[in-house]
């Protein structure tokens, strides 16, 4: 066997099975251990697919979600909404679609065909990713060793602290090159469980055979046109999340972070820290 | 080292052929049960792909969402349509009385039925909403005959797969599957409201798919066509939807 051939298969095993269970060795001793440089990834191997592949879904259902909003940039609450309704809100942007009155003189190019072909299909690579990173981090234990906060970080006095140089856009210190801050931890924890399930459930329940099938997860959203709005504000939510996410890596070093999210390892870098 | 490059090597060798297999097996097993849309080929067609074959293995059955008549719409909308035609106003100023629904194909009569005998059918209404793809939506009361009741009336034979339906508006036809062309709910409809269907909402006659989005439910349809292939209708994508950069299947 030649050494290229073996190569791509070795690299493949180490990010596919030996990572993981070498990340869950050093997190049994002790939960916040420090991880040495050699050997143990900063992020565990299926953490850092799932994280690309998301990040990759999430700007292809950002880009098409806005090119299917343009052909109706109106808001309603309750079951139903159109033109002849009054709206909750509209968004001052012209319009894909002639009949929708804007107050701007002329109609966008007509995008939704092929935004609506691949929102869906970037949802389902979302929903599956996001399915193999649950159960990889509910039996790996990735959640409880690096999303919940332990008692101690909740403290109020460690919480302000922390959050006072989250606000101030301070760059974190060296030790936290290796984990995350309780800010950090809740965050993610708000973005997993909270406004990741939210969004599939608001987008679900905009898909007329789904409602039909389930028409209580329309009803408690207070409709269709309700679920379509909410839709739209988890998505602001997630957005800022996102913003917020580039702002704070770029601050922490933004080479050094995404290197590590990349190749799993932590360069030592010569930035300032 | 170079041991475990080689079991590895195998072991993976091995998980690949099996997933390779098992994904040509689950690709004849999910063609064999209808679960592959006509657009699967398209694009962006796994995903389609995907939502279409999981909605007919959990959703087959289940009903569009009813409404009461308090719910019902006081604005309705209707997207406006290219001018219909002469031959269309001719037959609007007759009432409509002249209008036909050609039911060919995979048939055992093929022939059409006038407008009068599709209102002599078994009445069935519903109170169901009309979503459009753009995002607005409106519930209305749609009166009409189920489409079953038409297909059972000219002898649809059991091989049928799909029903392809036209309008008066050229370039503008669709189909759907027997899971939904069978579905107690899919009606032809010739009444609104209580009222007659306006034309701006599709009268005279207009096939209701309330399990779909509002372009699978065709205006002023003219014919109906069983068969159990979409290959040799258009460019063989199964409607004018793909035609056009839209999915085939709208139930999402």
Redesign the interface.
């Known amino acids: 066997?030649s050494s290229r051939?073996?190569a791509p298969?070795?690299s493949?095993?180490a990010m596919g099975a030996i990572s993981p269970t070498a990340d869950a060795v050093a997190g049994r001793g002790s939960a916040r251990a420090r991880a040495s440089a050699e050997g143990q990834p900063r992020h565990a191997a299926l953490v850092r697919i799932t994280h690309w592949l998301i990040a990759l879904s999430f700007l292809a259902l950002l880009v098409t979600g806005a090119e299917?909003?343009l052909?109706?940039p109106?808001f309603y609450w309750g079951?139903?909404?159109?033109?002849?309704?009054r709206p909750l809100f509209r968004l001052p942007v012209p319009s894909s679609?002639d009949?929708v009155p804007t107050g701007y003189g002329y109609v966008l190019p007509d995008a939704?065909?092929?935004s609506?072909?691949?929102h869906?299909?970037?949802?389902?690579v979302a929903v599956l990713t996001g399915f193999a990173y649950l159960l990889f981090g509910l039996f790996q234990g990735h959640f409880r060793r690096n999303l919940f906060p332990t008692f101690s970080d909740l403290s109020p006095k460690r919480l302000a602290t922390t959050l006072a140089s989250h606000l101030r856009f301070r760059r974190p210190g060296a030790e936290e090159a290796w984990t995350y801050n309780v800010v950090q931890r809740l965050t993610y924890l708000i973005v997993v469980f909270v406004l990741f399930p939210l969004i599939i459930w608001t987008g679900l329940a905009?898909?007329?055979?789904?409602?039909?099938?389930f028409?209580a997860a329309?009803e408690i959203l207070g409709g269709?046109?309700s679920a379509?709005t909410l839709h739209f504000f988890v998505t602001i939510l997630l957005v800022l999340f996102v913003l917020i996410h580039i702002v704070m890596v770029s601050r922490a070093g933004f080479r050094k972070r995404v290197g590590a999210m990349i190749t799993g390892r932590v360069f030592q870098s010569k930035e300032k820290a | 080292m170079s041991g475990i490059s080689r079991r590895k090597l195998i072991t993976t060798g091995l998980g690949t052929a099996a997933g390779a297999s098992g994904l040509a097996l689950a690709a004849r097993l999910a063609a064999r049960y209808g679960l592959i849309p006509p657009d699967s080929g398209v694009l962006y067609g796994a995903g389609e792909t995907l939502t279409y074959a999981a909605q007919r293995l959990l959703t087959r059955h289940s009903m569009a969402r009813e409404f009461s008549h308090s719910e019902i719409s006081k604005e309705p909308f209707a997207n406006e349509v290219a001018p219909l035609g002469a031959e269309f106003q001719r037959l609007q100023q007759g009432s409509f009385a002249e209008w036909r629904l050609v039911v060919d194909g995979m048939v055992a009569r093929p022939g059409s039925f006038p407008l009068a005998e599709i209102k002599s059918f078994p009445r069935s209404s519903q109170i169901t909403f009309v979503a459009c793809e753009e995002g607005w939506s409106y519930i209305a009361e749609w009166i009409g005959t189920p489409l079953s009741h038409i297909l059972d009336a000219a002898g649809a034979l059991p091989q049928v797969r799909y029903v392809v339906y036209r309008s008066v508006q050229p370039d503008w036809w669709e189909s759907i599957d027997m899971a939904d062309a069978l579905h107690p709910q899919t009606l032809v409809t010739y009444g609104m409201n209580g009222g007659e269907l306006p034309v701006g909402f599709g009268g005279p006659l207009r096939l209701r798919v309330p399990r779909q989005l509002g372009y699978k439910s065709v205006k002023y349809i003219t014919r109906l066509t069983a068969t159990d292939n979409l290959k040799h209708f258009g460019k063989g994508l199964g409607s004018a939807s793909p035609e056009g950069g839209y999915a085939w299947y709208a139930g999402i």
């Open positions: 066997m051939s073996a298969v070795h493949g095993a299917i909003l052909s109706h109106r079951e139903t909404g159109n033109v002849n309704m679609r009949m939704n065909g092929w609506r072909y691949l869906f299909e970037a949802a389902w905009l898909s007329p055979t789904v409602e039909g099938a028409p329309v269709r046109q379509r």
